[in-house]
């Protein structure tokens, strides 16, 4: 397993942004996920090892964007117009798998301790 360390949550009024980052070293498939009080853990975004290949779920396209700086070790999403419905804590997560898009939360390995974003209306 990788150790993988957020940041960058926070509370903010619905439109506005913010952007997560994720530190993670290796050569892994990333992802990023998302839970609400009481639901389960959703997809959101992944990206592949070179940063070529990127998927999001359908209620995030368009205003959400994941990127990764390997030279850096850091995979970043960044969110704009968010919505109250965006509220969650964000988690990251590395995958060995190959990529494949659209990929469910047992398909990766490790995971972060998530970072709490807050959208208010």
């Known amino acids: 397993q990788v150790q993988l360390v957020e940041s960058g949550g926070g509370l903010v009024q619905a439109g506005g942004s913010l952007r997560l980052s994720c530190a993670a070293s290796?050569?892994?498939?990333m992802g990023w996920f998302r839970q609400a009080p009481g639901k389960e853990r959703d997809f959101v975004a992944t990206?592949?090892?070179?940063?070529?290949?990127?998927y999001y779920a359908d209620s995030v396209k368009g205003r959400f964007t994941i990127s990764r700086d390997n030279a850096k070790n850091t995979v970043v999403l960044q969110m704009n117009s968010l919505k109250p419905e965006d509220t969650a804590v964000y988690y990251c997560?590395?995958?060995?798998?190959?990529?494949?898009?659209?990929?469910?939360?047992?398909?990766?390995?490790?995971w972060g301790q998530g970072t709490q974003v807050t959208v208010s209306s």
């Open positions: 990206i592949n090892w070179s940063g070529g290949m990127t």
């Open positions: 997560a590395a995958s060995r798998r190959y990529y494949s898009g659209s990929m469910s939360a047992s398909d990766f390995d490790s």
């Open positions: 290796g050569r892994y498939v």
